[in-house]
């Protein structure tokens, strides 16, 4: 009897994800904007909290300076973002006929290295590379815009974002009563638990962001690449999309060394710079800011960054991680979850070790106490 109940338990748990996945699936124009403006909320939490307390705001008035101020840094990140792309534009046509001249040059040391016969359909100049590029190239900018879907909901985001710091205390109130046999002690202690772990995550990028496109634009500059600087700070601003940011924006400075350099050993150098730098961020600069405070094993990133993908592309990516470290809270916080809070947290050193290592120091120790 206890089997069946078991069996019908794990079908409706199952039923039930299934459901739930294929909802936010389905509800993502309307789930997005909200995430982003909760994010954003919680973002900008401490200079509405000053307007208040410090300056004696009253909240419209805070909540109203708190969402100018995101505006004119969003709006003056956007514009720089339009000129320089807008500049790049429109040198497309000189870029565009040298990257067909370095094509059939490849085409032709190909033919000569491994003796291919030009009749072979293997490499053709018949594919006329200036009609792939020509027509794409002035898409760049386009695809860029539309890459995050933050840009389509630009009217929702802040009216969202406008409520969540204006209605606050209403939302704790709901809180309080949609868990009500929990005391208020508890889920306070809850809320500041995601407060300060968003809090931490969103700053510590903004750390991480500055320091790797400064090393990003120094490595640049090294090598003589144009506009080093937007370059450096957008791909590091591509870090928002974890792990593969910093490589999809290595490849719009490697394609202008490609066009402006007469050796492709400069293209070769900005995608070994950009790679070394990823490799110094992941292992050292993110982990020694951020700390501990977002303790989330590289197996769930992953799995977390490729799930959020396919629910909502690039845009689930990017909250792909301050939504996992959500739910470890959650679950650590709730008894019969904590199965999944251990599994999404850091393994420790214990865990890590060989069995066969640890034998190995047993039969030492009981080896030592035998000896006279």
């Given at each position: 009897m206890n089997s069946k109940k078991q069996i019908t338990h794990s079908a409706f748990s199952l039923l039930s994800l299934i459901a739930v996945v294929f909802i936010l699936y389905i509800l993502k124009p309307l789930i997005i904007p909200i995430l982003y403006a909760s994010i954003l909320a919680i973002m900008i939490f401490p200079i509405q909290n000053f307007l208040e307390k410090k300056w004696r705001c009253n909240r419209l008035f805070a909540s109203l300076c708190s969402i100018t101020i995101i505006f004119f840094i969003t709006a003056l990140l956007g514009t720089i973002i339009y000129f320089r792309l807008n500049a790049l534009i429109n040198n497309s046509e000189i870029y565009i006929a040298k990257l067909t001249t370095l094509y059939y040059n490849f085409i032709e040391f190909t033919y000569d290295t491994f003796g291919i016969s030009r009749r072979s359909s293997l490499f053709t100049k018949d594919l006329r590379l200036e009609s792939l590029l020509k027509g794409r190239f002035d898409k760049i900018g386009e695809f860029i815009y539309q890459s995050g879907s933050l840009f389509s909901y630009l009217v929702l985001i802040p009216i969202y974002l406008f409520f969540f710091l204006y209605y606050r205390r209403f939302f704790r109130v709901f809180y309080y009563k949609l868990f009500i046999n929990k005391p208020k002690v508890f889920l306070n202690r809850m809320i500041r638990k995601v407060y300060k772990i968003q809090q931490n995550?969103?700053?510590?990028?903004?750390?991480?962001?500055?320091?790797?496109?400064?090393?990003?634009?120094?490595?640049?500059?090294?090598?003589?690449?144009?506009?080093?600087?937007?370059?450096?700070?957008?791909?590091?601003?591509?870090?928002?999309?974890?792990?593969?940011?910093?490589?999809?924006?290595?490849?719009?400075?490697?394609?202008?060394?490609?066009?402006?350099?007469?050796?492709?050993?400069?293209?070769?150098?900005?995608?070994?710079?950009?790679?070394?730098?990823?490799?110094?961020?992941?292992?050292?600069?993110?982990?020694?800011?951020?700390?501990?405070?977002?303790?989330?094993?590289?197996?769930?990133?992953?799995?977390?960054?490729?799930?959020?993908s396919m629910l909502w592309g690039i845009a689930g990516m990017i909250v792909a991680l301050p939504i996992t470290a959500t739910l470890k809270i959650i679950f650590d916080n709730t008894p019969e979850y904590h199965a999944y809070g251990f599994l999404i947290g850091e393994p420790i050193d214990k865990h890590l070790h060989s069995s066969v290592r640890n034998r190995l120091k047993a039969w030492k120790k009981i080896r030592k106490m035998k000896l006279p």
């Open positions: 995550y969103l700053l510590g990028l903004i750390k991480v962001i500055i320091i790797v496109g400064c090393l990003n634009s120094i490595g640049l500059l090294l090598l003589g690449i144009g506009n080093p600087f937007f370059f450096g700070f957008l791909a590091a601003f591509l870090l928002l999309i974890p792990y593969i940011g910093i490589f999809i924006g290595s490849l719009l400075p490697a394609i202008v060394a490609l066009a402006t350099k007469d050796s492709a050993w400069y293209a070769f150098g900005v995608i070994a710079i950009f790679s070394f730098i990823q490799f110094l961020e992941g292992n050292f600069i993110t982990p020694k800011i951020t700390g501990s405070q977002v303790s989330i094993n590289a197996f769930i990133a992953i799995l977390s960054l490729i799930i959020f």
